[in-house]
């Protein structure tokens, strides 16, 4: 069986690892990413890079190489190839998973103010305060780029294109971050609102502990739902156990 790995994030990578390192017989593996990280952490074995072509050309990628299942394991933000990725498996009737890691969950002390799209926002951030530590990525930039009295400080791993903030200073780096580097920035930078998107995980997490520390508030962008009937799983080990029966499921047995 092929298994098709939408990837470009660090579940992705583990899964692939995974099964890489011990792939029984009859299982090829794949992942793809989309290419826009100019050097990304590539996973074990075999590994495509670029966009399909939409759902129609993700469908067809699907029937040329023989694939029998695919995981969506793209950043929980990537509701393009999330959606062609539905729509193709059900054009091709190809199993699909989701595998998203779990979103977090505000505690005591978090002053989060939650909105469904970057737009909103930074709708908020004039209330909010005057000088924002942006960490939502490269891309979206333009969503903020009217607030002129607003000073950014921008981290990404890869720079920034115009439209973007005037006022704005860049800081590529790529995560996982600690704690006491978040709190060495909050404080060098004078940040009084931090924005981001609620990609889940630990690698940046450390920031919302910061911020929750120093008593700012903290805009995050919500996800965008899973795609109804896909089935989900949280880690790469449910993901794995899913592909393991898939091959089991598929396997041809002889009478003996």
């Given at each position: ?21 011990g ?75 989701v595998?998203?890691?779990p979103?977090w ?10 909105t ?6 930074a709708?908020?951030?004039?209330s909010?305060?005057?000088r ?18 607003l000073?950014f ?8 294109q ?8 860049v ?9 006491g580097g ?6 060098r ?52 156990a ?15």
């Open positions: 069986m092929h298994v098709l790995i939408l990837g470009g994030t660090t579940e992705a990578r583990r899964l692939a690892g995974s099964l890489a390192a792939t029984p017989a009859g299982l090829r593996v794949t992942s793809s990413l989309a290419g826009r990280v100019g050097a990304p952490r590539l996973p074990p074995g075999e590994v495509r890079i670029g966009g399909f072509g939409g759902a129609e050309g993700l469908a067809r990628w699907l029937g040329e190489h023989a694939v029998g299942a695919v995981v969506d394991a793209t950043h929980p933000f990537a509701g393009t190839i999330s959606s062609n990725a539905t729509a193709a498996a059900a054009a091709t009737g190809v199993p699909l998973l595998l998203r890691r979103g969950v505000p505690v005591a002390g978090d002053v989060w103010h939650e469904g799209s970057l737009e909103e926002a709708g908020l951030l004039p909010l305060g005057r924002v530590f942006l960490t939502t990525g490269r891309l979206g930039l333009a969503a903020f780029a009217a607030l002129e009295d000073w400080l921008v981290r990404s791993v890869d720079a920034p115009a439209p973007a903030p005037a006022r704005m200073e800081l590529l780096d790529r995560g996982p971050f600690t704690l978040e709190r060495e920035l909050l404080r930078h004078a940040i009084d609102v931090v924005v981001t998107k609620d990609s889940g995980g630990q690698a940046t997490a450390p920031k919302l502990t910061a911020a929750r520390e120093a008593g700012l508030p903290v805009v995050v962008v919500r996800r965008p739902p899973v795609p109804p009937g896909v089935p989900i799983v949280p880690d790469p080990e449910a993901a794995a899913w592909i393991t029966a898939r091959l089991h499921r598929t396997a041809p047995t002889t009478d003996g």
